[in-house]
């Protein structure tokens, strides 16, 4: 799983995009009291706790201790797993299997598949959205071009952002039956003038990865440059999000 330093304070202020997207999932969710359901890449747990409301046991799953200190100090009573989305294992399967906004992370996409499959009984449920073909491609375009003209370097995402025809194999493969799927723009607004600013600080850690400390900034106020002409309208920033999201089934 790729390593972030996550700044756990603007994902949960600048950035609650996240988790506000991520409650449209609940309703496919339709979680059930008794139910034991897995979220995996929980963040700093608000998802988690909501879906735990309907009086399902929920248990909240991410690669960042620092993202479940939060989620434990907010939500002391729930259980919080440390473990990458492409390494775990539970003795008692689950009902159920939510995620978002997490797998386009996970490099070991098929590793994140063969978990998930076992974690869940025959018949459970998989609800899952992540970052879909061609997710943030033109603020990563502004930003690769951005380096190479300040630096000469090539740099690679390293997201894994792939579409219905490339997913679905891998998840039939693994013992999934795929009952709904979905590819779309999800234009979503960035908070503030330094908006794009703050999104490229926060989420483009791999494309700068490499950059010296003191390329970033100038690489960063270069691409926000080129970004305005698309992505700043009426006075708001937009990040070109695209959402794959899959409603399945473990045969
Ligand atoms: C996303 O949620 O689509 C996303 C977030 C950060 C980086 C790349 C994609």
Redesign the pocket.
């Given at each position: 799983m790729t390593i972030n330093n996550w700044n756990t304070t603007l994902y949960d202020g600048k950035h609650n995009f996240?988790t506000k997207y991520g409650e449209d999932l609940l309703g496919l969710l339709n979680a059930q009291a008794g139910e034991r359901i897995l979220d995996v890449g929980c963040g700093t747990g608000h998802l988690t706790a909501k879906i735990a409301e309907s009086g399902a046991t929920v248990i909240g799953l991410d690669n960042s201790a620092e993202m479940l200190l939060k989620a434990q100090a907010a939500y002391p009573h729930m259980t919080w797993v440390n473990a990458s989305a492409s390494n775990f294992s539970f003795d008692q399967p689950f009902d159920a299997l939510y995620s978002n906004?997490t797998l386009?992370?996970v490099s070991d996409a098929e590793g994140a598949v063969r978990c998930m499959a076992a974690a869940l009984k025959t018949g459970g449920r998989l609800v899952i959205e992540?970052?879909g073909k061609h997710?943030?491609g033109i603020i990563a375009n502004a930003v690769r071009q951005a380096i190479k003209t300040q630096t000469e370097q090539d740099s690679q995402?390293g997201?894994f952002?792939p579409s219905v025809g490339e997913y679905a194999p891998l998840l039939e493969k693994h013992g999934f039956e795929i009952n709904a799927a979905w590819l779309f723009d999800r234009p979503t607004k960035l908070e503030g003038e330094d908006g794009m600013t703050n999104w490229i600080r926060?989420?483009?850690g791999g494309l700068l990865r490499g950059l010296a400390a003191e390329a970033i900034e100038p690489v960063i106020a270069a691409a926000v440059q080129q970004l305005r002409a698309t992505q700043y309208i009426d006075g708001i920033w937009y990040?070109d999000?695209?959402?794959l999201r899959v409603v399945g089934r473990r045969n």
């Open positions: 996240v906004a386009h992370w992540f970052g997710n943030v995402h997201w952002f926060m989420f483009s990040a999000y695209r959402r």
